[in-house]
């Protein structure tokens, strides 16, 4: 990973949400929101540097308000799919995605980026 430019952290906020069984389903949008609250306040644990972060958020928490440290990308179809254009579009720069889907993991490092779990903005 290049360690001179600012780190761009992608979360997957469905995959992200949906890993604990919390009753997330019952307030997609205020679970997302809670989400949001988290990463603002405690960034990427572990990650001394600079970041950017990008919260991807669908369906139903698209309505998710950006704060300031989190920026929030509503998908205008896939999640899945927006997060790929956001690590293709993001050049030379470092990237870490944070989800547990396969699937997207494996779209994800075809492209450079680096992947790591929902524990790691989840406690």
């Known amino acids: ?3 001179t430019a600012e780190l761009l952290v992608i979360v997957d906020a469905a995959n992200v949400v949906g890993s604990v069984p919390d009753g997330w389903w019952r307030d ?4 997302a929101e809670r989400l949001r609250d988290r990463l ?13 972060i ?13 704060v300031p440290g989190v920026r929030v990308d509503p998908a205008p179809g896939s999640g ?6 956001l ?3 993001a050049g ?4 870490l995605v944070v989800t547990a889907d396969r699937e997207l993991r494996r779209r994800v490092t075809s492209l450079g980026a680096e992947v790591t779990g929902p524990r790691t903005v989840r406690p």
């Not at 306040?41 to 970041?51: E, F, I, R, S």
């Not at 919260?55 to 998710?64: F, M, Q, Y």
């Not at 899945?80 to 254009?85: K, L, M, P, T």
């Open 28 to 31: 997609r949008r205020g679970a």
């Open 92 to 95: 030379d720069r470092p990237v």
């Open 54 to 66: 990008v919260l991807v958020v669908e369906g139903a928490a698209r309505g998710v308000e950006p």
């Open 87 to 89: 690590v293709a579009g």
């Open 80 to 85: 899945d799919d927006r997060v790929v254009a």
């Open 1 to 3: 990973m290049n360690d």
């Open 40 to 52: 603002a306040a405690d960034g990427l644990p572990g990650h001394p540097g600079p970041v950017e």
